[in-house]
């Protein structure tokens, strides 16, 4: 088991390293993913799980993704065609590595946090159940201070110059590799 958390970890880095050097190189500006969404609620049910599971809380949390299924599964939905369209054949693993960094660096910072995260991390419950609807999850899950393995941005390239008007026949393109 600590070979894959440490397995995990090296992924993490390596992933924290190639998302930030992308956007260091990125020619244009960058945005929060489509997905930006799904990643904060993923986040937020991770978060609650991680809760949930070190301080005995259950039946609070199942009552979360009974309320929230409809949203949870949707948003699920959105994270597998964000890891197909991102990683095609490994999108599986891709999003298998995500899911368990997500845990591991949530359940670090209630490690380090000790006898305090129940405490400060309890209340989440009572915040997300009182929730009205799936918008208000979203905007909630926006809200919070939830940790990431990563950060995840789509960058585009910068608009080309407007091309002379005067032609002077037929444009060539040049690959180089």
Known sequence: MSMSIWRAGAAALALVGLVNGGQALAAGPCSPSPAHEAFDVQGLKSELMVTALSC???DKYNSFIMKFRTKLASEEHVLNSYF??????NSQRQHDDYITQLANVQSERGLKSGTAFCQQRMSMFDEVLVLESTAD???YAQAKDILQPASYLTCTAPNRPAASTRSRGPARR????
């Not at 040049?174 to 590799?177: C, G, L, N, Q």
């Open 174 to 177: 040049t690959v180089r590799s």
């Open 84 to 89: 197909n369209s991102t990683y095609g054949r």
């Open 137 to 139: 999850l979203s905007n």
């Open 56 to 58: 005995g809380a259950q």
